[in-house]
């Protein structure tokens, strides 16, 4: 069975904080995926990594970066969190050139 | 990006068949048609996706009009735990990886 895990489901953290979001995947699929999800917005794709090393912004990378040091694992990462960045933030996998993203159980971030 | 129009929400009774219908009349010619569904409290899940044929897998079909300005998601027999929101995607055929997921239609079965 495919799996995509997330590091945590639920976190709090205070405003000017980093943050690191990781996933991890064990299908070794090339292309990975970094979304957030919002009440009436859908869900919005911040940064996606077509191979290890390889990175490329999405439609609203502001105020993130990721990392994709290994294949199976890409991290989100909040230099400085605001309140705006309170959201569910989503990760997803591809095999290169296939039709599926595989999601995982997401994480629902809270910045006070 | 192409764009996609769902009824915001829609009513089943379990057991009974659900048509949830999907409208996207600036579809291009290289634009695959994907069905994914997010259950309460879980990222989204993959249920089928088409070009221009229709589509049957285990979990459900997918009817496309011939000039495939719209399509149809068909639960055949739904079950409580289809209760979701159903997302129409189209992602082009040469770069699939991207998928803006619209607003869906939120799936109410009752028993």
């Known amino acids: 069975d495919v799996k995509v895990t997330q590091s945590s489901r639920y976190l709090v953290k205070r405003t000017g904080e980093k943050v690191f979001l990781e996933c991890v995947q064990d299908?070794?699929?090339?292309?990975m995926f970094w979304y957030r999800q919002d009440p009436g917005l859908g869900l919005r794709l911040i940064y996606f990594?077509?191979?290890?090393?390889?990175?490329e912004k999405g439609d609203i990378p502001e105020g993130y970066s990721v990392s994709r040091e290994k294949k199976e694992r890409f991290s989100l990462i909040l230099e400085s969190a605001s309140t705006n960045q309170t959201s569910m933030y989503l990760c997803a996998s591809r095999r290169a050139g296939g039709d599926t993203q595989y999601f995982g159980p997401g994480t629902r971030l809270t910045v006070l | 990006d192409a764009k996609t129009t769902q009824p915001n929400s829609m009513e089943s009774n379990e057991e009974e068949p659900v048509h949830l219908p999907c409208n996207h009349s600036t579809i291009s010619g290289t634009d695959y048609i994907h069905w994914y569904r997010q259950l309460p409290s879980q990222g989204p899940e993959y249920v089928i996706h088409g070009l221009t044929s229709n589509v049957n897998n285990r979990m459900a079909s997918l009817a496309i009009a011939e000039d495939r300005k719209s399509s149809t998601l068909i639960l055949h027999r739904a079950t409580l735990r289809d209760a979701a929101v159903y997302y129409c995607?189209?992602?082009?055929?040469?770069?699939?990886?991207?998928?803006?997921f619209g607003k869906g239609t939120l799936l109410t079965v009752n028993p």
């Open positions: 299908m070794d699929h090339e292309n």
């Open positions: 990594s077509y191979d290890v090393k390889m990175k």
């Open positions: 995607i189209l992602g082009s055929g040469g770069s699939n990886y991207k998928l803006t």
